[in-house]
């Protein structure tokens, strides 16, 4: 009898180290899977409109090419870069040049553009006039806080003839100050965050309101339609793919940047958007 449960014993020992075996084998195999996915994961931060749908238009074409899109959105101009600084994300899609090369500078961030994507022409809107001849002496021009667009707004008045820079000013830096002649006395105010533009229009808060057409277009706005005057597809804010210097060779980045400056992509995009929002070539 001892002799029979000391054997049983034996044959239980063997069966349970069969047993633990495979579930390390399984768990490992488990692990190298979990890691495998996550370095296929790609994690990006953008805009609602129009990155994140555009980012949502070729995730399935990115998963075959084998590259798995994990999109977070924001909804203001300064978190995305903090995100990709302390590693939360790979890479974002939200900003202009200007503007990355302005933050680059001011925080020391160690980024590259990996590619330029598309154009959001800036509008200025009214519920006051109808068109920019009609603009009232005095008239108030509200803009945000955001400094590299004021060269856009200021472009397009003095395109229309209502203000001059100083001669010499490059107008992709130009503020407010080197406004030389503005014969109709307009006045600017730029204190507040770009999101809050299109509630400064529904309030009826100023004679002329700059609008990104990102928050246009998420406020149900038609920039081509709504839009006083729109900023011309040929300016140098091209909407990039930013990444940390480091990562500026991944596959998953290149393979990104490829899908979204595709003849299809940038069809669709024209076909979506009206217009509104341009591919860059």
Known sequence: MGEFIMKKSKIFGIILTLGLVGTLAACGNG???????????????????????ILEHVKPILEKE???????????????NKALADGEIDANYFQHIPYFKNQVK????KFENAGEIHIEPLGLYSKRVKDLKDVKEGATVIVSNSQTDWGRVISILQDAGLVKVKKGVDI??????????????????????????????????????????????????????????????????ANIIAVRS???????????????????VKKWILDKWKGAVVPVD
């Open 31 to 53: 692990g190298k899977d979990s890691k495998k996915s996550d370095e296929d994961t790609l994690k990006i931060g953008a805009s609602n409109v129009p990155h994140a749908e």
């Open 66 to 80: 084998g590259v798995k899109l994990d999109i977070k959105t924001y909804t203001d101009y300064v978190i995305p």
């Open 106 to 109: 001011e925080n020391n961030y």
């Open 172 to 237: 992709t830096t130009a503020t407010f100050d080197d406004i030389a002649e503005n014969p109709k006395k307009l006045k600017f105010t730029y204190e507040s965050d770009p999101a809050l533009m299109t509630t400064f229009l529904d309030n009826d808060e100023g004679d002329l309101i700059a609008i990104n057409s990102n928050f246009a277009v998420d406020a149900g706005l038609d920039p081509l339609k709504d839009a006083v005057a729109l900023e011309k597809t040929s300016s140098p804010y």
């Open 246 to 264: 480091e990562d500026k060779d991944d596959p998953r980045i290149k393979k990104l940047v490829k899908v979204l400056k595709s003849e299809d």
